[in-house]
């Protein structure tokens, strides 16, 4: 596959979209941005719901590759995150298909393995091939979202890397994101990465940055080129001193997942 230059990125408007809106033009990427809502700034921004397959053909024809990050990013009733998560992948993909898009970086989630036990003490970091244990319908939709690119690779030969995004974020807020924290320069180096490694076929990879106190395992993405440059352990001191060590006690410091098992935030719209 030649190297894209021309990207769809969805879910422009959000956290992820605008560090990466930043960040990834550096690297040589023209940038073509949806969301559902309007960017300020951007009047050439796509503002498009997923629901609407006609619109994505038009969004998506045309472009290299797709980094897909649209959709419902906290737990939320099964309804909404079955109309914008899965059924909306699924939209995307079918349009990506339709048009012969190569590639497409999908946005998935420590959460589609969120009740996997965080490693403690000396236990092997957690492998890419750990199984699936959602701990949310958000983690579920992202279970989908995975599985869904395997067919369309295996039917299609439409590539697909999924990033089990961990947090990405200017900076690391709790103790728990020192071990899955990605840094916003990191999160470009690994979708850089991902969009130009050569036969990914579908590949899925942890997405954090090389933390000290990282709880899974990088290989996969090391794999694709990726090369973390970041690590959380500076901050460790400060956010330790103001939350206290992770209580073993506490269900909500005993899975990957962290408080998404017991108490997940929910989208608010
Ligand atoms: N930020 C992280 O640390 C993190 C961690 C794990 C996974 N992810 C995944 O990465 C992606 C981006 O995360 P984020 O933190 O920027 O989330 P975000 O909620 O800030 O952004 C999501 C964007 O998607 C848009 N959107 C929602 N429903 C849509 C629809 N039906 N049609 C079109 N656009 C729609 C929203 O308007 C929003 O701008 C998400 O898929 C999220 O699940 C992010």
Redesign the pocket.
Known sequence: MPAPRTVLL??A?????TLMRDLLPAYGYELRL????PIEGEPDAIV????DREALREAVRGVDAIIH?????LEAPFEKILR?NIE?TYNLYEAAHEEGVGRIVF????HAVGFTPRPRGDDPLIPIDAPRRPDTFYGLSKCFGEDLAQLYWDKHGLETVSVR?????PEPTSVRMLSVWMSPADGARLFHAALTAENVEHTVVHGSSANTRLWWDLTTARSLGYDPQDDSEPYAEKLIAEQGELDPENIAHAYLGGHFVSDPPIWPY
Do not use: E, Q, W
Not at 13 to 17: F, I, K, N
Not at 34 to 37: A, E, T, V
Not at 48 to 51: E, I, M, T
């Open positions: 969805t879910g408007a959000g956290g992820l979209g949806l969301d559902l809502r498009a719901d997923l629901g990050l649209a959709g419902i990013s914008a909306g946005a998935s989630s420590n995004i961990g947090s990405c974020f």
